[in-house]
């Protein structure tokens, strides 16, 4: 028999379901994977189940049914104040996965370089990777991640076409400010490069980081494509439903693209989603309010069990440092990430993801795992009671 692509020689099951399975024997929590156990709103199941009860079974237009596009257009330009017009600049994407795929095939030629900040969202390298465009890594600084904006011109080449940024990121939970959004598109225009911004996590933000769309800065809309999501705004990651604006052409394009690939978005949860356009103010307020109480809670647990982290300013993660825990106070198991995170499902039954899977050297998240918060209370509470623990069989409490 012949080979298989080489395009998949290099992929393999991310480490994330081996800890899913570790947790299990464990009888733990698994604060690993990026996922939320919080119901879907309930109009939503609604408007899905009668979609299919109704037969709204067919495939809808390549780019959404219409009254989606409206809803979703509005709330770009409301929410995101990114000025458009449904029909030419929005379209209905099989999750902001969907939208990321289209993007890079409508804009990218073979070999063309795209710049990735480090820490990074795997999906995206490991994309760009499959479909034969070649990443480019920018590390943020160590803990602050922020951005160097001298490496970040350093590493654009005459093959760079595009910058991706996660904004709230993940796995560091960086908000970005106005000011390096500004400095972002100063170069963006210099180099007449492409912007994918990544912004699934855009109603989680904390403290005084607000969220800023690059797009909705003055002369940006013509250069970026804004990836967004309904997956994690009203828990519903399985139904595999995003969105994406930008310039007309386009999205024009990435149209096409998801017409090859998908042919569509699932119609009848298509119906269902519209029906979150119902949903009130204060669905958003007490989103924010909620995962608000959960960093608090979370991250004072995390500190008392000894890690280190900034606590993140957007997005429902903690990227914490192990290295204290390993040379402070010399705790066996905390030599790096693969053996923290093991042996932390041993000692507690907490999963978390290793820090070297967000790098492109594995060294440098070799002192890091990221820990997720969006789970029930009841969950969370349990999870932090079990770090506590762990900080005081470690004697740091
Ligand atoms: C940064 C980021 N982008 C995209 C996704 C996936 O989004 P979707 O479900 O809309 O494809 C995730 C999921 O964890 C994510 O963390």
């Excluded at 012949?2 to 570790?22: C, D, N, Y």
């Excluded at 009888?27 to 009860?53: E, M, T, Y």
């Excluded at 386009?250 to 949903?279: R, S, W």
């Amino acid at each position: 028999m012949k080979p298989l692509s080489s395009r998949t020689r290099e992929l393999k099951q991310s480490g994330i379901r081996a800890v899913t399975q570790m947790v299990n024997k464990y009888n733990g929590i698994n604060l690993g994977q990026g996922i939320c156990d919080l119901p879907a709103p309930d109009p939503v199941k609604r408007g899905a189940i009668d979609a299919i009860k109704d037969d709204k079974s067919i495939y809808s237009y390549h780019s959404g049914i219409d009254e989606l596009r409206e809803h979703t257009a509005r709330k770009f330009r409301d929410f995101n104040r990114i000025p458009c017009e449904a029909a030419k600049n929005v379209m209905i994407t099989n999750g902001s996965t969907g939208a990321f795929i289209a993007a890079c095939l409508a804009t990218l030629e073979p070999g063309d370089e795209v710049i990735q900040f480090e820490p990074f969202y795997g999906y995206h390298v490991n994309l760009l990777k499959i479909l034969g465009f070649k990443p480019v890594f920018v590390p943020m600084e160590d803990k602050t991640w922020n951005v160097n904006f001298e490496a970040l011109e350093q590493a654009i080449s005459p093959r760079t076409k595009a910058i991706v940024i996660t904004n709230p990121g993940n796995p560091n939970g960086k908000v970005w400010s106005e000011q390096e959004l500004t400095r972002l598109l100063k170069l963006l225009r210099k180099h007449e490069l492409w912007a994918y911004t990544d912004e699934v996590y855009e109603y989680m933000t904390y403290d005084d980081n607000r969220h800023l769309s690059l797009a909705s800065l003055p002369d940006a809309f013509e250069r970026t494509i804004t990836m967004s999501s309904f997956s994690k705004t009203y828990n519903m990651t399985g139904w595999r439903l995003g969105s994406a604006v930008g310039p007309e052409p386009v999205i024009e394009k990435m149209g096409l693209i998801n017409d090859l690939i998908y042919i569509c978005p699932p119609t009848p949860l298509q119906h269902g989603l519209d029906q979150a356009f119902t949903m009130p103010d204060s669905y958003f307020e007490k989103l924010s309010d909620d995962y608000n109480k959960k960093r608090t809670l979370f991250c004072d647990a995390l500190r008392e069990a000894g890690f280190v982290f900034e606590p993140p300013q957007g997005a429902y993660y903690v990227f914490a440092s192990i290295e204290r825990i390993h040379k402070e106070f010399g705790v066996p198991g905390f030599e790096n990430d693969t053996t923290a995170c093991e042996t932390l499902i041993r000692e507690s039954g907490i999963g978390t993801v290793p820090g070297s899977s967000f790098y492109s050297n594995p060294e440098d998240g070799k002192y890091y795992l990221r820990f997720c918060y969006a789970k029930e209370y009841d969950v969370l509470e349990d999870a932090c009671e079990r770090l506590r623990a762990f900080g005081r069989k470690i004697g740091h409490i």
